[in-house]
């Protein structure tokens, strides 16, 4: 009987052990794990480093970019293109003006009524529609005969009827958000198709004569008086409100900017003259890069695997198209590294699953055990039942993505105010004067990423003023402008319309 018991003992005390063992090592295993996850998240802090110095080191790289790309043809990654706009709306224009907007998959036709008293936009009226899918891999004719219908029906709904809103003459401003090598303020040859379209007919062809051939074929009497892309239609609609604008700068899916820049700096087209004097330039800055840029392997990666590998490298670190896909990559690595996200999610292996909104969402969620970011783990990336610590991860890795993006946004802004001087240098590469006269200067801003991402925005505010000093960055004024593309190119067919000389000219 003794032995019987000692024997149990015996059996009850190794099974003891086991268990202890086993609970030992899981313990371990999990710290192992928890430890990986941690040396991830450290490696991602640390390859998005955006310190004020290395910030001042781009702030200079695009400025330098930014002559460069003034200076020939092909001389910079910024292709700093020729807009032709030289003449700004200031509020003096009135009368109606229409302006069409295509940018995507669907386009806007707009009517714009313009007070004869006062520079203030007193109503517009906007009619939106989608482009049949087969039309974005048609023909010119076909697409463009599809949106004159549209824009005559828009036309023939005006209150004084068909009839006479047929045979009136009208002055159209024409958002072409497309690779386009201006040939005048009303012409432009497309480059390239992006964004799903692929009319082969279209590119190496002029776009508002395509437009204009079908507006004839439907019986409209209407002239494009300005090609424009949304940022500088932007740049038009800031202006209009406000003279002190002298850039803009779209963040929203994807990046771009454009300011006004003195003619006779615009060294490629040597000659050209405008009564103004000025010319706004299209940077199409998305394009930008520099070694002083904080690239990580996410970033490779997400370039490697793109349509488009090495090229907008600025844009796929900043835009609201790239972000959330950054951080979904740096989850997915920390799965790979640690398995503590629970079994595989196939969601997690797929690109742009995890869309910058959903990710601004998890950045944003202020509740005490982030009810929204395990809501939007679980429907989006199917991970069901992630604990809260590694919850309070995923939200810290939403937080440096952003914080880089804005950051970076930030100094991409005082690079050009550094090109036209307005950044307080008195054109000192890397330096700060005191003794120089800052002018009150605008940018107008377009665009969700920061409009409706409010910890982007603060992100970028407080970068600002680092790379400033405060002295010189209250003299910088952000303003939010809405609808730029669709409202400002009708304020720009105001200023470029028949009525209006032409001034540009090349000697």
Request: net charge neutral; charged share 25%; hydrophobic share 40%.
């Amino acid at each position: 009987m003794g032995r019987v018991v000692v024997g149990v003992a015996v059996g009850l005390a190794t099974v003891a052990c086991a268990v202890a063992a086993a609970v030992v090592g899981g313990r371990i295993r999990s710290r192992r794990k928890w430890k990986r996850v941690v040396r991830v998240l450290r490696e991602v802090e640390e390859g998005c480093e955006s310190s004020v110095e290395r910030l001042r080191q781009v702030v200079d790289a695009m400025a330098v970019e930014m002559h460069a790309g003034l200076a020939s043809e092909g001389g910079s990654k910024l292709k700093m293109l020729l807009t032709y706009v030289h003449n700004l709306p200031d509020g003096t224009d009135k009368g109606t003006y229409y302006a069409l907007d295509l940018g995507g998959t669907n386009f806007r036709v707009l009517r714009v009524h313009l007070h004869d008293q006062q520079p203030s936009v007193l109503e517009h009226e906007v009619q939106q529609q989608p482009i049949p899918q087969h039309l974005m891999t048609s023909t010119s004719k076909d697409l463009f005969d599809f949106i004159a219908s549209s824009l005559k029906e828009f036309i023939e709904k005006e209150e004084d009827g068909p009839e006479l809103a047929l045979d009136r003459r009208r002055e159209l401003g024409f958002t072409f958000s497309f690779p386009v090598k201006q040939m005048s303020v009303s012409s432009g040859i497309l480059m390239k198709w992006t964004k799903g379209f692929s009319i082969v007919d279209m590119v190496g062809v002029d776009v508002p004569a395509c437009l204009q051939e079908a507006l004839i074929r439907k019986g409209l009497d209407m002239r494009i008086a300005a090609l424009v892309n949304d940022t500088v239609g932007t740049l038009a609609l800031g202006h209009y409100h406000d003279s002190d604008t002298v850039a803009s700068i779209i963040i929203g899916t994807g990046t771009n900017a454009c300011y006004l820049e003195r003619v006779d700096a615009i060294i490629k087209c040597q000659g050209l003259l405008t009564t103004s004097g000025y010319m706004v330039v299209n940077m199409e800055w998305g394009n930008f890069w520099s070694s002083h840029l904080p690239r990580t392997s996410y970033d490779i990666d997400l370039d490697s695997e793109s349509p488009n590998p090495n090229d907008q490298g600025f844009e796929k670190m900043i835009s609201g198209m790239y972000l959330g896909d950054i951080v979904r990559r740096v989850i997915l690595r920390m799965w790979l590294e640690s398995d503590m996200f629970g079994p595989i999610s196939s969601k997690l292996s797929m690109p742009f699953t995890l869309r910058t909104p959903m990710m601004a969402a998890m950045h944003e969620d202020d509740s005490p055990d982030l009810r929204e970011v395990a809501r939007i783990l679980k429907d989006i990336l199917e991970i069901p039942d992630v604990p809260l610590k590694l919850r309070k991860v995923v939200v810290k890795v939403c937080d440096v993505v952003t914080r880089r993006a804005a950051r970076l946004a930030a100094a991409g802004i005082v690079g050009i105010l550094k090109k036209i001087g307005r950044d307080g240098s008195g054109g000192i590469t890397g330096a700060r004067r005191s003794d120089v006269k800052m002018k009150r200067t605008v940018v107008a801003i377009e665009g969700g990423l920061y409009s409706s991402y409010t910890l982007f925005r603060e992100y970028l505010h407080e970068a600002l003023n680092e790379i400033l000093g405060e002295d010189i960055a209250k003299h910088v004024i952000l303003k939010v402008t809405e609808d730029g593309s669709g409202v400002g190119a009708a304020l720009l067919a105001a200023s470029h319309s028949s009525s209006d000389v032409d001034t540009v000219q090349l000697l």
